[in-house]
């Protein structure tokens, strides 16, 4: 997937080092996402989403800054469901994400939400979208309903927690969506904040 500020691009090992860079400036918004700490970390959690996809579980990419062309964040599909018997997804989750703090918070991290949007909504025509975050990360929490996501509630004890005083214990979780009805008006909010044609 392709952008003005930002390519989504299917992981690969030979990522690890950009990505290790990029984690490694400033983690302190990291608190509660699983963003690996060194090249050696990186590539074996490179391994395990590369691991997962061939398992069909999710669909991973990486951010690809289009000023550098370096690799600077990931981002997943998860959580696919099957109900129409077809090949392409009918719902998805994005997930797992972490972008390097000289990047969140603009162009590039509005714009690769737009893409993976309308990639779900207009090439998988999904029914719905789910973004789900750490009932306790106000930070993303906050983000997610930026983009237009209605918030439908607390999964409690839904998934592992990533935060570092806990990791491992049951987190809840706070559960937004996006319906393939109100896509039109979140992608023309999102092409706003991006200055751009929908």
Same mark, same amino acid.
């Given at each position: 997937?392709?952008?003005? *500020?930002?390519?989504?691009?299917? @992981? ?7 990505? !290790?860079? !990029? ?21 074996? *959690? ?11 579980? @999710? ?9 550098? $062309? ?48 309308? *990639? ?37 004890? *839904? ?25 039109? !008006? ?8 991006? $200055?751009?044609?929908?």
């Amino acid at each position: 997937m392709e952008g003005q *500020h930002v390519d989504l691009v299917p @992981i690969d090992l030979s990522m690890a080092a950009d990505l !290790a860079a !990029a984690a490694a400036v400033d983690r302190s918004t990291y608190q509660w996402a699983l963003v690996p700490e060194g090249e050696a970390a990186m590539t074996a *959690h490179l391994e395990w989403l590369l691991a997962d996809r061939d398992a069909g579980k @999710i669909v991973p990419f990486a951010h690809r800054a289009r000023s550098t $062309g370096r690799f600077v964040g990931c981002t997943r599909y998860l959580e696919l469901r099957w109900f129409r018997g077809r090949p392409d997804p009918d719902e998805v989750e994005i997930g797992g994400t972490w972008i390097g703090a000289e990047h969140q918070r603009s162009a590039l991290n509005t714009e690769a939400k737009l893409l993976m949007l309308t *990639h779900a909504f207009e090439t998988w025509n999904v029914w719905r979208v789910a973004i789900a975050t750490d009932e306790r990360n106000e930070r993303s929490r906050a983000a997610i309903a930026r983009l237009g996501a209605t918030f439908e509630g607390i999964l409690r004890n *839904h998934r592992a927690s990533w935060a570092a005083d806990d990791a491992g214990t049951p987190r809840n979780t706070a559960m937004f969506s996006i319906t393939e009805g109100e896509w039109p !008006a979140v992608k023309q909010r999102l092409a706003d904040r991006l $200055g751009t044609a929908t």
